[in-house]
């Protein structure tokens, strides 16, 4: 991956990802492709906090459906990032 900006599109905030606030974990959307450790270096490089682990998963895309035509939306990924204690990312 050559650009952090392509690998962490953007930092979710969901209630679910809220109550991760105490444990300091953030939740990302991360490009397709990425590796564990690719994502730990742009998450490092654009918020300058240090990150302890990286946990993926890849969410699958939903059945839809529109008049009649059926299809479905993409799949897509996702990181919860555990930084070391003290690190903060502002998520406001």
């Known amino acids: 991956m050559e650009s952090t900006r392509i690998v962490v599109k953007s930092i979710l905030r969901t209630e679910k990802q809220s109550d991760l606030l105490p444990l300091n974990k953030y939740v990302f ?8 450790l690719s994502i730990k270096r742009a998450v490092e490089d654009i918020y300058k906090v240090k990150v302890n682990e990286v946990n993926t998963l890849v969410v699958p895309g939903k059945a839809k459906r529109v008049r009649h035509a059926q299809g479905m939306t993409p799949e897509w990924k996702k990181a919860v990032v555990t930084l070391k204690k003290g690190d903060k990312i502002d998520v406001t």
């Not at 959307?29 to 564990?36: E, F, L, Q, R, S």
């Open 29 to 36: 959307w991360v490009d397709n492709k990425a590796n564990k």
